[in-house]
Each structure stands twice: as structure tokens, then as C-alpha cells.
């Protein structure tokens, strides 16, 4: 405080102090005045030159050697702030403890002929979202379950630094987490009916050493940028590997360059042709959100009102809840790129029998019209969500609650909810109110999804895979596509 005070005490003009002895008055003139205006001037560079030699005299040697150091020690701080992640050594534990995980009886079924047969994707993707991620394992692990192999499922990589941890948004954040921190069932070393079960990279590292490893290259396979079905990629690969009689194969991709399964095929309709094979795999049918996620959502059952706690552990819906998507954040500048490219919704909001469709043509008249009918489905401001939440209860009547899928920030969020309110919701809640411990807030966008995939209505966002992804777990498990919505 006292460094402070001094610097204001510099910057003011004290006509109280003593002068020193270089300051003196300048003689007046005949007439009263200055002794002219070069007096004047040289007196206006004096104050000047002595407001610069206060703000150096701040700024020592000393001084900037402190700031130096204080300012990193302070992020530093504000980082470990938030908390060390934690290891999910138990969960890595229960992942080596799975029972096709016995290195020994790999050995003995190699000596006798029987060794299972294992395909692994080492270009997967990494560093991006969960859903971006989980929408290509969950197509990874169909195929090798067509092609009777036993899918190698890998760690959820944020970073590939060499360290446990990384910063992201000035907090610490694992640089990868084990899978079935995430997700349980045949894509994480679950049973698989009538397949083989996955194992794990590290099991895999044990039992296929560099030299039994047998690569594919992606060379000649069907593309969806060039606009191959979803299911014609599928069959063709399946079709490749059943000529591949060795045990240990992998897929030589590029995650970003050359997937087997690009980005461009989860966000067109090509990817519905696989619809009636993927619908009817253990892939989907069996697939579960794990212990550690489905233990946040029963520790948030106040928040969610179920009429009976049979409801959150039945596989049906929560009766009166409606789930609604609301993406902020990057979406602000994404929207309106949506708008210049054209874009439809993700290939799974673009079910035939979902009653909600995205047409941009008639709007199409301006770029201003046409980036506002995008704004209204992709970014809708609050009055436009109370206006189409009303529209859906009106619809259904039943419906009382309203959850908030979002990553905005909590003001907007408090606004937002008073004005459902205001409009006859008997409660909203939100991501926001959602109490998790260290464990689950790293997987909390996983939460947000089991809790929508229970809502008796989901309201999506048709340009997000999070919302895709919601709307394929919900039609698989029967529920009526009428019940999907959205914004």
C-alpha cells in the first residue's frame, strides 16, 4: 500500500513542499506577467521531466526483479488453486483387472493355435472433445466387431505431453484419462454378446510386440469426403480383414488427415446408412455410462425430482423433465461460420422420423436473414428458448421441469431462469448446480449426457455432436423419435 501511496503522492501536485534549489520562481515582467512564454515552456518540460524521473525511480532494479518473479509465482498459485486432478488409479486398476486381461492365457492360446485376433486404431483421435471422440470408438469398435476381432480401446487423450497433468483455462487437467472413467459396455472391455471382447492398449502392448504387429494402410478405401455411405466404408473394410489371418493388426491412420471414419461422415447424412446394423450391435444395445458418472447423477437426485428413485435406475425416462442443449462459448463465432458454409444439421439429428427439420432455403433471400434463421437454431438468445420450450410443453403438459445442458456463463444462466419460470416452469436447474466430487467433475459433459438421455424430452442443438450423440443413444434405446426435439 505504502508503494502506492507513493506513487500517487508523485503524480500530485503538492504546491505545499519546499522547493529545491533548482526550482525557482521565473522574474516578471514589466506588465506582471511570466517572464515570457519560453519561460513558460521550459517550465512545462521541467514538470514533465520530473513526472518521468518519479515513474523510473518507481521502476528500480529491485523492483522489476520482484515483479518478475511474482507475476509467474501468482498463476502458478492460481492454477493449483483449482485443484490437483485426480490419478483414477483405481479405475486404471479394474481396467487390468478385466478377465481377458490374463497375459498368461494369451500365451497359452498362441502355443495351442486359438490366440484371439485384435485390431487396434493407433491414429485415433485425441485432443478434441468426448464426443467427438466417443462418436469414432463407438464406430472402431463396430467394426471389429463385424470383423470378429477384439477392439483395442485406448485412453481418452487430451495432450501427449510426458507429464500427468496439462493446463487448460488456468487449471489443471489430466492429459489423459482411462476410458472407463467415461463409458462401461463393450466399447470399454465390457461383454460383448456374440463378439469378441476389447482389451486394452497396454494389454495389447503386452501380447503384440512391434514385430507381430501386422499394418494396414488406408490406401483405396471407400471415402466420405468423396461421398461413400457410411455402411459401404464399413463393408469394405470388413471385407479387408477377413483375409488378414494374422492375430495382431492395426490400422495405419492419420487422425486428422486420413480417419477411417472422417468428421465429414458424423456430420452428413451418410452416416444414418449405418444406422440398422449399429442400432441392432451390442455396440449400442449394451452400451452404458460408467459407475463413476451414473454415481453423479444418483448423488444429484434432489436436483433432478424423480417421482420414484426407481426411475433413476430403471432404463426408462424421468416423467416431466425436459433436457435442453444449450452450447455457448465457441458457438458464438461457430454459428455464424455454420451460416457461410452452408452447413446442415449432424448426420444423426437428420433421422427421417425426427419431427424437427432444418431448412434453410426459404431464408436464403440475404446473408442477414440467412445467418439469423442459423443464430435461432444454433445460438438462440433467452426469449427465443422460453418461446420454443413453451411451444414443446404445450405439446406435452406433463412436462413441469426444465435441465440446462449448457456451458454459459451463470449470469445468462440465472436470466434464463427466471424467465422459464416466469412462463409456468415449475423448476429449472442447470450444469452449473450440478454437485460433483474431484472424480466426477472431470467427466461432468458425460453427466450432462446421461441426465438428457433420461429426460422424458430432449431438446438438442441439430449443429452439435453432443446433441448427435444424445439423439443415437436415445433412439436406440426405443424411445419415441417424436420425443427428440430441437431449438
Known amino acids: 500500500m505504502a508503494s502506492w501511496l507513493n506513487v500517487l503522492r508523485r503524480l ?32 512545462q518540460r521541467r514538470s514533465a521531466r520530473g513526472l518521468l524521473y518519479a515513474c523510473l525511480h518507481l521502476f528500480t532494479v529491485r523492483r522489476l526483479l520482484i515483479l518478475l518473479v511474482s507475476v509467474p509465482l501468482l498463476l502458478v498459485l492460481g492454477v493449483l488453486w483449482s485443484g490437483v486432478p485426480p490419478s483414477y488409479a483405481d479405475i486404471r486398476a479394474f481396467e487390468r483387472n478385466l478377465p481377458q486381461h490374463n ?58 505431453l510426458p507429464f500427468p497433468y496439462t493446463v487448460y483455462d488456468f487449471a489443471l487437467r489430466p492429459t489423459r484419462m482411462p476410458i472407463n472413467a467415461f463409458i462401461s459396455g463393450p466399447s470399454a472391455g465390457g461383454p460383448m454378446p456374440g463378439g469378441a471382447q476389447a482389451v486394452s492398449a497396454e494389454f495389447w502392448e503386452s501380447v503384440c510386440p512391434k514385430e507381430r ?23 469394405w473394410w ?21 480417419p477411417i471414419f472422417h468428421r465429414i461422415l458424423f456430420g452428413t447424412p451418410q452416416v444414418l446408412s449405418l444406422w440398422p446394423s449399429l442400432s441392432a450391435s451390442p455396440v449400442l444395445t ?12 444418483l448423488r444429484n437426485f434432489p436436483l433432478l425430482q424423480p417421482a420414484s428413485a426407481k426411475a433413476l435406475y430403471s432404463p426408462g425416462t424421468l416423467p416431466g423433465l425436459v433436457a435442453v442443449h444449450l452450447r455457448r462459448g465457441d458457438f458464438k463465432r461457430h454459428c455464424a461460420r455454420l451460416s457461410g458454409w452452408g452447413s446442415a444439421y449432424m448426420g444423426f439429428n437428420q433421422f427421417p422420423a425426427l419431427p424437427d427439420k432444418f431448412d434453410p ?8 436473414a440467412l445467418l439469423q434463421y442459423y443464430l435461432e437454431h444454433c445460438l438462440p438468445e433467452i426469449p ?16 413441469n421441469r426444465v435441465y440446462l445442458l449448457t456451458n454459459g456463463w451463470g449470469w445468462w444462466l440465472n436470466r434464463l431462469k427466471d424467465a422459464l419460470r416466469k412462463d409456468g416452469w415449475a423448476d429449472a436447474t442447470s450444469s452449473l448446480d450440478i454437485q460433483l466430487d474431484a472424480a466426477q467433475s472431470y467427466v461432468g459433459m458425460a453427466v ?21 450423440n444424445i439423439v443415437m443413444l436415445r433412439m436406440a434405446k426405443g424411445l419415441e423419435p417424436s420425443l427428440n426435439r430441437f431449438l
Open 448 to 468: 450432462d449426457m446421461a441426465i438428457a438421455e433420461k429426460a422424458e424430452v430432449f431438446v438438442g442443438n441439430g449443429f452439435s455432436s453432443l446433441s448427435s
Open 384 to 399: 427465443q428458448i422460453v418461446e420454443r420450450l413453451h411451444a414443446v410443453r404445450a405439446e406435452r403438459p406433463d412436462l
Open 286 to 297: 449394451d452400451f452404458m455410462w460408467s459407475p463413476l458418472v451414473q454415481s453423479a447423477i
Open 12 to 43: 500530485a501536485v503538492d504546491t505545499s513542499s519546499p522547493r529545491s534549489e533548482e526550482d525557482y520562481e521565473l522574474l516578471p515582467s514589466s506588465n506582471g506577467s511570466p517572464a515570457g512564454a519560453g519561460a513558460r515552456k521550459w517550465h
Open 103 to 160: 497375459v498368461s492365457l494369451a500365451v497359452v492360446a498362441a502355443r495351442t493355435g486359438h490366440e484371439p485376433k485384435y485390431l487396434r486404431f493407433p491414429g485415433h483421435l485425441w485432443g478434441h472433445g468426448l464426443n467427438n471422440i466417443l462418436q469414432e470408438i463407438l464406430l472402431m469398435s463396430q467394426l471389429a466387431y463385424l470383423s470378429n476381432r477384439s477392439y483395442v480401446f485406448e485412453d481418452y487423450v487430451w495432450s501427449k
Open 361 to 368: 432455403v426459404p431464408h436464403n433471400t440475404s446473408a442477414p
Open 238 to 258: 470388413v471385407e479387408r480383414l477377413k483375409g488378414v489371418d494374422e492375430s495382431c493388426v492395426e490400422i495405419e491412420q492419420d487422425s486428422l488427415k486420413d
Open 213 to 235: 504387429r501386422h499394418v494396414l494402410s488406408t490406401e483405396g478405401a471407400p471415402s466420405a469426403e468423396l461421398g461413400a455411405e457410411g455402411s459401404a466404408l464399413m463393408e
